[in-house]
């Protein structure tokens, strides 16, 4: 029908969260790359999240949401505390060891496809024609700049596999916990409150495995080290992830991965200005195709169950 409302993703109160979400994003890649050295990766995501769960249970316990859970309740906390919080994080930190953050986040765009093929396997969404045309522009780009940062990695054959899968694996944890945060069962329970528990939860199990990999907490006194924490506890995790998991709840989470499908595009432009990155003519057309399939994508309507 010719007069029929524009998609929800269209419109702005979906628009300006994930714009800032897929910003914010773009921009932790640069910050991961500089927590890798002194402290384990496991120490580092477990800051991170002792620092953003603190956060959240102070914006939650300011806006009077209850903490209180059911049986239920604790088990989507831990679910969603294991997979976003703890193994999403620690093969990303571990992935960025072996290859490049570009890299990375290129294959990190990936998500795209699991999370498409799960909520259809549990929560019975399908993909429209619109979605699907835009989703295949958008891989076509993700791949020419998948092709631009392999040949732009220096590491050896064993490393970028081992980083590729240990990617592999975050994506799927990730992708998991996407598709946890849009079933019924999440919007019985305060958005907040249940995510400052399962931050906290993941800081918990992050702890226990890093003791248990690497031995007692390793501190860096940098004070790059302990600002990136905070950017990366504050802004691209309590700031991010209510945005995010809100506009996951409305669009769904085949459309909401199109968040980590443009956020190497913004993870290059910011490198371009503090680090002097360079673009080649296969990364350009490869950032102006995920432009192109992301704009198809969310103009495109969710079809019918």
Request: some cysteine; hydrophobic content about 55%; glycine content about 10%.
């Amino acid at each position: 029908m010719s007069g029929a409302a524009p998609p929800q993703s269209t419109r702005a109160a979906i628009l300006i969260p994930f714009a800032i979400v897929t910003l914010i994003w773009g921009s932790t890649w640069l910050v991961i790359r500089d927590q890798l050295g002194v402290v384990p990766p496991n120490w580092s995501v477990t800051y991170r999240f002792i620092v953003a769960g603190t956060a959240m249970a102070i914006v939650a316990a300011v806006k009077r949401e209850s903490f209180r859970l059911d049986a239920r309740g604790w088990l989507f906390v831990l679910g969603v505390g294991i997979c976003q919080f703890c193994l999403n994080f620690n093969f990303v930190y571990r992935a960025e060891r072996h290859i490049t953050s570009g890299l990375v986040a290129v294959a990190f765009a990936l998500l795209l496809v699991p999370n498409a093929v799960f909520a259809r396997l549990f929560l019975g969404q399908r993909m429209g024609r619109q979605l699907v045309v835009g989703s295949l522009i958008a891989m076509a780009g993700i791949a020419l700049l998948f092709l631009h940062e392999a040949r732009s990695g220096a590491g050896s054959l064993a490393d970028t596999l081992a980083g590729l899968g240990l990617t592999g694996c975050a994506i799927l944890a990730a992708s998991s916990a996407n598709v946890l945060q849009a079933t019924p069962t999440a919007r019985r329970y305060p958005m907040l409150s249940t995510l400052a528990l399962a931050m906290l939860a993941g800081a918990a199990i992050d702890g226990t495995l890093a003791f248990a990999l690497t031995g007692p907490p390793v501190v860096e006194w940098r004070i790059s080290y302990w600002a990136g924490i905070a950017y990366l506890g504050l802004f691209g995790s309590t700031l991010s992830f209510p945005l995010y998991y809100r506009v996951l709840r409305v669009i769904g989470p085949a459309k909401a991965a199109y968040s980590s499908v443009i956020v190497p595009v913004i993870a290059m432009l910011l490198s371009t200005l503090f680090e002097g990155y360079r673009w080649s003519p296969l990364a350009a057309a490869g950032a102006v195709l995920t432009g192109i399939g992301l704009v198809v994508a969310l103009r495109a309507r969710r079809p019918n169950r």
